[in-house]
């Protein structure tokens, strides 16, 4: 099964460019694992900002792919959780997982259609932070799939 991973705008800081690659090079061991960003939108109405953005992400997603959209208001799964979910789709002949990280505004109400919500806490983070914390539970994640010591 691949992981493909999409954001919104591009990383800025070093130290989350080196995570991003630290663990992203951690997952290739175990899926193979492709990151994507898409333009940030600028200068206009909250509302049309997310309607842009979400045309941007869907041309990413492949038909068919299971996707997993980060979001505020999604469901809170612990880390065991969240493997029991990646290793049932993996089971179940998944053939892509894309998990979505959204811009500062967030999804559409349409685009929020498009898959199951997950929320990584009821605090709020930098989206930059976001990328770093998925990419270290995707590997979390197959770690335990794999019982391996990381997840203790």
């Known amino acids: 099964m691949k992981i493909r991973v999409l954001w919104v705008g591009k990383s800025r800081d070093d130290w989350v460019k080196e995570a991003i690659s630290e663990y992203g090079g951690r997952i290739k061991h175990y899926a193979p694992l ?41 469901e809170q799964l612990d880390s065991p ?7 049932k789709q993996r089971d179940c002949g998944t053939g892509e997982m894309v998990f979505v990280i959204g811009g ?30 998925l990419l270290e539970q995707i590997y979390r994640a197959f770690t ?9």
């Open 144 to 152: 335990i799939l794999n019982n391996e010591p990381y997840h203790h």
């Open 104 to 133: 500062a505004y967030g999804f559409s109400e349409e685009f929020r259609r498009h898959g199951r919500l997950l929320a990584l806490s009821k605090m709020t983070f930098t989206h930059q932070m976001v990328r770093v914390f």
């Open 81 to 87: 959780a969240l493997a029991r979910f990646i290793g």
């Open 34 to 74: 492709e990151i994507g960003e898409v333009r940030d939108e600028k200068g206009a109405e909250a509302e049309e900002m997310r309607r842009r953005e979400c045309e941007r992400l869907e041309k990413q997603i492949p038909p068919g792919a299971t996707v997993v959209l980060l979001d505020e208001r999604g």
